[in-house]
């Protein structure tokens, strides 16, 4: 299975918004609704941000929201803070029941 | 509040096999419908599922590693364990175990991780 692939990079300005993408194919991201977002700061441990491609978890601010079209997955951070500024990996199920990660992108505040 | 610790060693020779576990506390591994994941993150590189088992001892594994990974789960313990066989460089990386709820990509709890360098 191939990883998806994500930019490399992203950024934006505090207030802004910003979308980073996530694009596979019909065995993955494109077939099931079971993508996940997952933030992660250097050194740590990634955290749930997303799931099944739209939901938030309980304590994930609402400036966070994921969409999908097609073999595309989207993640949109709203209200860009400081904060946000971390590695986001996006993750699907696949058709032989794995699990495959993009390549992560890292969104830069500036 | 669910929490996960890995365990092992820090240093594996080339050709060995890597032996990891991870003890989790504050639920038990039995119950409810969880699968428990290992995942990998190599320096400065992106992040690689290895594979699942569920507490019933039904496992699911990256078609790339399926060759040499064996996950088992130790119920009367609360834990559940990676072995890699034939290690090389290319798995130096940080382990991390993990919380799958329903086995459909929802890792919502997550060990701190595990430095684990291939070297001789």
């Known amino acids: 299975q191939s990883a998806l692939t994500q930019p490399a990079s992203v950024s934006g300005s505090p207030g802004q918004s910003i979308t980073i993408s996530c694009t596979g194919t019909s065995s993955d991201v494109g077939g099931y609704n079971h993508v996940s977002w997952y933030q992660q700061y250097p050194g740590k441990a990634p955290k749930l941000m997303i799931y099944?491609?739209?939901n938030r978890p309980s304590g994930v601010s609402n400036r966070f929201s994921g969409s999908k079209s097609g073999n595309t997955a989207s993640l949109t951070i709203s209200g860009l803070q400081a904060e946000d500024e971390a590695d986001y990996y996006c993750s699907s199920y696949t058709s032989i029941s794995s699990l495959v990660f993009g390549g992560g992108t890292k969104l830069t505040v500036l | 509040q669910v929490q996960l610790q890995e365990s092992g060693p820090g240093l594996v020779k080339p050709s060995q096999t890597l032996s990891l576990t991870c003890t989790v506390s504050?639920?038990?591994?039995?119950?409810?419908?969880?699968?428990w994941s290992w995942i990998r993150q190599p320096p400065g590189k992106g992040l690689e599922w290895i594979g699942y088992?569920?507490?019933?001892?039904?496992?699911y594994y990256n078609p790339s590693l399926k060759s040499r990974v064996t996950i088992s789960v130790d119920t009367s313990k609360n834990q559940f364990s990676l072995m890699l066989t034939s290690m090389t460089a290319a798995d130096t990386a940080v382990y991390f175990c993990?919380?799958?709820?329903?086995?459909?990509?929802?890792?919502?709890?997550w060990g701190q991780g595990t430095l684990v360098t291939v070297s001789s």
């Open positions: 504050g639920g038990s591994i039995s119950s409810g419908d969880y699968y």
């Open positions: 099944d491609v739209t």
């Open positions: 993990a919380r799958d709820a329903g086995g459909y990509n929802l890792h919502d709890y």
């Open positions: 088992i569920y507490h019933s001892g039904s496992t």
